[in-house]
């Protein structure tokens, strides 16, 4: 399939579907940990960007990966002209994908290595569902990338580019975490 066939073919589908490698893969359903952090972070940076050039989009926008396939991270920032009658970008300047334990591996892998070939892409945030942990690549000077695990309810990450920050706490807000396991030393 052409991406142009895609593309046609998208718009008159109910669910929606990532193109890769000239085939449409249908996306699965969300757990309501993954949906409230996506959310939360919409809300957060929808805020912070109201009336600004730079606009968050859910995954109803595809991602145009320039060698050809179309991504659909959870939420992501679009700072080029805004276009209404168009389905994807080619411009993001940040993407957030979720991690589900399904597609943990393969987010972190390939997906990854695609985003970062998006010369208009700033950030790139991995966020875990189980503990208050996010994995942040950014441009660095050179326009190499840069990561850093960013962790904890009292970090904050922040995006110069887009004169915006999300606190962890807010992007967390409203979920618990298990606490992690400890040894415990037997009496003698």
Known sequence: MTLEAFESWQSTQDNW?????????????????HDRIVMNAA????????????????EAVGVRIPGGNIRRPDLGVDCGLFDPQATSTATP???IEVLSPSTRG???????????????????????????????????????WQFSAVAGLDAVI????????????????????RAPPHLVQDEP
């Open 93 to 95: 300047s940040l993407v």
């Open 17 to 33: 579907f990532e193109f890769v490698d000239g085939v449409p893969l249908g996306m699965v359903g969300a757990r309501r940990n």
């Open 158 to 177: 922040v995006f110069p580019a887009l004169d915006a920050a999300l606190p962890l706490s807010a992007l967390y807000e409203g979920l618990t975490f």
């Open 43 to 58: 809300r957060d940076l929808g805020t912070q960007l109201r009336g600004r050039a730079c606009q968050p989009f859910s």
């Open 106 to 144: 393969f987010d972190q892998a390939r997906k990854l290595e695609e985003y970062k070939t998006i010369e208009s892409l700033q950030y790139i945030l991995l966020v875990d569902t189980e503990a208050p942990e996010v994995l942040l690549w950014q441009r660095a000077p050179g326009r190499s």
